[in-house]
């Protein structure tokens, strides 16, 4: 027997190794990460979540998180973190989390529900990677008091808001929160 390989595409497959077959979905076999609908089971989900937070395995790269909100408030994430190209089809929230492994990406992240908060987190890495998010349709995205002090921030302003260039100094303190499609508070 051949030990089971997930379909999701390469560059994730890290995150699922050594997981099981979950489901499969248009002829791919994939994990309970990756598989590519939201409507998944979210107990199997979560349980497979909170063991790898509990191995301080932080890699989530490619993962569709399943129509629940995603709640990681006040996680300390004492290690590289990696949610890059992860899918949230709900609420993200990471308020109050800490990151601070070397590395810390949200490249090529969609976040597709209303609200995607990040208020408070502290990206103290040397990288924090934001490049090609999408905060899409999100009624609102809160970075306020966010604060990166890594070296280097890669950071793409969400579409059709209007937000502040992060500066890249070496200690820049975010004050702005950006909102978009909602109505001010
Ligand atoms: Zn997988």
């Known amino acids: ?13 890290s995150a699922c190794k050594g997981l099981e077959f979950y489901g499969e979905h248009e002829g791919n076999r994939y994990c309970v990460l990756h598989f590519p609908d939201e409507e998944k089971n979210s107990d199997d989900f979560l349980k497979v979540v909170k063991s790898k937070l ?3 395995d932080y890699d989530f790269s490619g993962t569709v998180f399943p129509k629940r ?3 990681f408030e006040g996680f300390d994430f004492d290690a590289n973190a990696d949610f890059g190209g992860a899918i949230f089809p709900t ?5 109050g989390a800490r990151f601070s492994g070397e590395t810390t990406s949200f490249r090529g992240a969609k976040f597709r529900g209303d609200k995607s908060i990040f208020s408070e987190v502290q990206f103290n890495g040397e990288k924090t990677d934001f490049s090609r998010a999408e905060f899409s349709s999100g ?5 306020t008091e966010a604060e990166f002090s890594g070296e280097r921030t890669d950071w793409v302003c969400p579409a059709s808001t209007d937000c502040l260039p992060l500066s890249h100094s070496t200690s820049s303190h975010s ?10 508070p």
Do not use: H, I, W
């Open 175 to 184: 004050s702005f929160l950006v909102l978009s499609g909602a109505e001010m």
């Open 91 to 95: 609420v993200a929230d990471f308020s």
């Open 69 to 71: 909100p995603a709640n």
């Open 139 to 143: 009624e609102v995205t809160d970075f």
């Open 54 to 56: 509990m191995q301080k």
């Open 1 to 13: 027997m051949t030990e089971f390989v997930c379909e999701v595409d390469e560059d994730y497959r």
